[in-house]
């Protein structure tokens, strides 16, 4: 431990408020009580927790959910996934754009002038639990490309989301090809119903969620302490504020992944597997490489091929029998398959491996 | 003048060597308390540098010679100087203008430990929630048993408090206590 000089105070003027106060020291309680410092203004709402249901939110803050498409790109009734590996190449725009191309492209789901927010999960400042910087801009280029207006939104789940996107580079990377970054925490909050919604009848978000034209999932492939496994699914969890992530945990977690995912669906999912988190999550996790980038229009297709392939990864480097998992176990992703959000069922998939090079 | 006489006042009853309390969380880098209710002038230049606000002024509740003083609330943050947003700069202790805050190595700082009410705690009562082991920052001091409950261990806690901060029990699970707090060496 090093010694630390006075600076700023110096002995003298130390005294000197010492002095000023022998004089006073009468009122001091009094005028203690009228200068007791203000508390900032999220902190009231943070000491209670929202109940699980039953609040009626005003009906002026209320908005119905958006109707979005439902059609997937299926070829006989299937849903597409495409899982592109690098192979000898390290392109990794290349792979994002190989996996988009392969399932039907960016222009199937981005038209001109579209607002598109593009989604990373940023949970924290650790650049491993965000996905690769590389992918967020191939898929930012990619929607500029089909004239699309992209936007990366999130919602961090710790600490200051604006630092957290700075730190792990994307506000960077982002501002430098022209598309918005915004931090949804300092937007107002928005209720929306959950019609379908088992455990969740309404749920707050943002503005530029509610407010898109498309919704570009990003997310890294990872283990997840509560949730097993936290891919395109469990990412849409960034979109609403911190209260409501509180909420879903002391709810029923897998059921509130996958009622958030019928009113807040992704239109794409582009998987960055390339180094994926094994062992535990979302922060914490050992990184190993798996060269890939998995690609769907449905996310719950996505979630399980991505979930299936960091099963065997695991299962291949030896780790412990007690910390493995079985994709086709994964609760929020069979919620999500049961409430239609797409198919949890590899037979109702068309996968397509591609190599790169 | 006002302002100058509630400090000048305050000033007095610090000469009165507080106890030490288990609910008063001091800042990274506070030296012992006895010294500390003396060195510090209850300026709140540490709560203006801290970044994520967590340093608050301890109001009378904390006991009359500790007014003013600041302390850790994690329910504000957690301390950004053990969590990574101060990023290696101790902007408390380095806007401290007479060392009752000093700046040391990060690994030596304890702020105290956070301690978990089974009764409370989701997990423990069988719902899907480790938050407090997705918050920590540290590798180790909340490990989680195969039925997926979290166990914190007291050691290796640095008292952050974004556990406390992230729990979302209701009451929370998890409260932060200066117990096992290392405090900087003075004189």
């Known amino acids: 431990m090093q010694m630390h000089e006075p600076q700023k105070v110096g002995r003298r003027s130390y005294l000197k408020y010492g002095g000023v106060g022998i004089l006073a020291a009468g009122i001091a309680g009094a005028a203690h009580l009228l200068q007791k410092p203000e508390m900032p203004t999220g902190h009231s709402a943070q000491l209670t927790n929202v109940p699980s249901s039953g609040t009626k939110p005003l009906s002026t803050e209320t908005h119905t959910s958006p109707q979005r498409k ?13 899982v592109v590996k690098g192979g000898s190449s390290t392109d990794i725009e290349a792979m994002v754009r190989r996996a988009v191309e392969s399932i039907g492209g960016i222009q199937t789901i981005v038209s001109a002038g579209q607002a598109v927010v593009v989604k990373p999960p940023v949970f924290a400042s650790d650049k491993n639990c965000a996905p690769d ?11 500029q490309e089909a004239g699309g207006i992209p936007v990366v939104a999130e919602s961090s789940g710790s600490g200051d989301t604006a630092f957290n996107l700075a730190k792990v580079g994307v506000t960077d990377a982002a501002e430098k090809v022209g598309a918005a970054v915004r931090d949804l925490q300092t937007e107002r909050e928005v209720n929306i119903p959950v019609p379908n919604g088992l455990a969740l009848h309404e749920v707050k978000t943002y503005p530029t969620i509610l407010n898109r034209d498309a919704l570009i999932s990003v997310p890294r492939l990872k283990r997840h302490s509560s949730a097993t496994v936290t891919i395109s699914l469990k990412n849409m969890m960034g979109t609403i504020p911190k209260r409501e992530m509180g909420r879903f945990h002391s709810v029923n977690l897998s059921q509130c ?26 922060t914490g996790g050992d990184m190993i490489e798996m060269d890939a980038i998995i690609a769907s229009e449905d996310p719950v297709a996505a979630d399980r091929i991505a979930a299936q392939k960091l099963q065997e990864l695991e299962e291949s480097i030896g780790l412990s029998p007690s910390r493995l998992f079985k994709a086709a176990d994964v609760k929020h992703i069979n919620a999500a398959a049961e409430l239609g959000v797409g198919t949890n069922n590899p037979a109702d998939m068309q996968i397509i491996e591609k190599l790169l090079s | 003048m006002e302002g100058a006489a509630v400090l000048g006042g305050l000033r007095l009853i610090s000469i009165v060597p507080p106890a030490a309390r288990a609910d008063l969380v001091r800042p990274p880098g506070a030296v012992e308390e006895a010294y500390f209710n003396l060195m510090c002038i209850r300026c709140g230049i540490c709560f203006e540098a801290c970044p994520s606000k967590t340093i608050m002024l301890a109001g009378f509740e904390k006991g009359a010679a500790s007014v003013n003083t600041p302390m850790i609330n994690p329910l504000i943050g957690p301390c950004e100087y053990l969590r990574g947003r101060c990023e290696d700069a101790m902007r408390c202790a380095e806007a401290c203008p007479t060392g009752a805050l000093q700046n040391v190595d990060k690994a030596q700082v304890k702020l ?19 938050v407090c082991s997705e918050m920590c920052p540290l590798p180790d001091a909340i490990t989680v048993t195969e039925d997926q409950k979290p166990v914190f261990h007291n050691t290796i806690c640095t008292g952050c408090g974004a556990c406390v901060n992230a729990c979302p029990a209701n009451p929370r699970a998890l409260t932060l206590l200066s117990e096992g707090e290392r405090r900087a060496r003075w004189p």
């Not at chain 1, 439902?70 to 495409?82: A, D, F, N, R």
């Not at chain 1, 910087?133 to 929607?143: E, I, S, T």
């Not at chain 2, 409370?120 to 899907?128: D, F, P, Q």
């Open chain 1, 70 to 82: 439902t059609t997937l790109i299926t070829e006989g009734g299937k849903s597409l996934v495409s």
């Open chain 1, 133 to 143: 910087v590389r992918v967020v801009l191939a898929v930012v280029k990619m929607v």
């Open chain 1, 257 to 282: 992944i996958a009622d958030l995912n019928t009113v807040i669906r992704p239109d794409l999912t582009v998987v960055d597997a390339t180094y994926a988190m094994t062992r535990t999550g979302p």
């Open chain 2, 112 to 130: 105290g430990t956070a301690k978990l009410n089974q009764e409370l705690c989701l997990a423990y009562n069988g719902r899907e929630c480790l």
